[in-house]
């Protein structure tokens, strides 16, 4: 059974950081493609940041500079660091698994930036 299961979401206030976590059960972690993505109300789901097995990184425009994603293949687990947060980056957060066919998503995490 595969399980994406993300933590660290919250409140923060503009201009702050938080850390994202997506820890990863039931797949071989190390042969995965692991990205984020996010969907505030009333749009659709958008693609953050990815990071390729090999460790190669990819981010939206609107998130770079701000946003850094890892992965630590020993915890089977998958990062995003934030910092700079703005009120649009305001979100549910999900972490995304993908290996050819094979593509599963966690249940999110709430990020709402406001002061």
């Known amino acids: 059974q595969v399980q994406l299961v993300e933590s660290g979401g919250g409140l923060v206030q503009p201009g702050g950081s938080l850390r994202l976590s997506c820890v990863a059960s039931g797949i071989t972690f190390s042969i995965y493609a692991m990205g984020w993505y996010r969907q505030a109300p009333g749009k659709q789901r958008e693609s953050v940041a990815s990071i390729t097995s090999g460790g190669s990184t990819n981010y939206a425009d609107s998130v770079k500079g701000r946003f850094t994603i890892s992965r630590d293949n020993a915890k089977n687990t998958v990062y995003l660091q934030t910092s700079s947060l703005k009120p649009e980056d305001t979100a549910v957060y999900y972490c995304?698994?993908?290996?050819?066919?094979?593509?599963?998503w966690g249940q999110g995490t709430q990020v709402t930036v406001s002061s």
């Open positions: 995304n698994a993908k290996n050819y066919h094979l593509n599963y």
